[in-house]
């Protein structure tokens, strides 16, 4: 069974705002330096582009992961949700200068591996 080009677009658009989101929220963590409490933490979560950027952006994988499940089974769709962490590991060492240890690279296949593995089983 071949997935549908607009299937496939859905899978990218979902998994790419996912890491989108979570590197933006990263960004804007590491922007608000000392905030020394929790209403200043607030402040300054509420007062981040990239927080609210990041926001957005997470909040637009639910539509898109609702359209997915339209036809997908979950029980093969959800373990597919994991190659964000491929997206979250690249963008971390792009952005941040974040190492990628072997260990990484290592989890990297056996996430590659274990969805074709489960997508297999569809077939």
């Known amino acids: ?5 607009r299937t496939i677009l859905l899978w990218a658009v979902m998994i790419g705002l996912d890491t989108i989101a979570q ?14 409490n929790w209403v200043g933490w ?3 979560v509420a007062q981040s582009p990239a927080f ?9 994988t639910l539509p898109t992961w609702m359209l997915i499940l339209r036809t997908a089974r979950v029980n ?24 990628i240890q072997w260990i990484q690279f290592c ?3 056996l996430i590659v591996v274990g969805v074709g593995l489960i997508r297999a089983q569809d077939d």
């Open 52 to 60: 609210w950027l990041g926001t957005i952006a997470l909040a637009t």
């Open 76 to 99: 093969l769709a959800f373990p597919a949700t994991a190659l964000t962490y491929i997206g979250v590991i690249s963008g971390s060492r792009w952005l941040f200068g974040e190492p």
């Open 107 to 109: 989890g990297i296949a």
């Open 1 to 5: 069974m071949r997935a549908e080009p």
């Open 42 to 44: 607030v402040r300054a």
């Open 23 to 36: 590197l933006l929220f990263k960004l804007s963590a590491e922007r608000m330096g000392e905030v020394g």
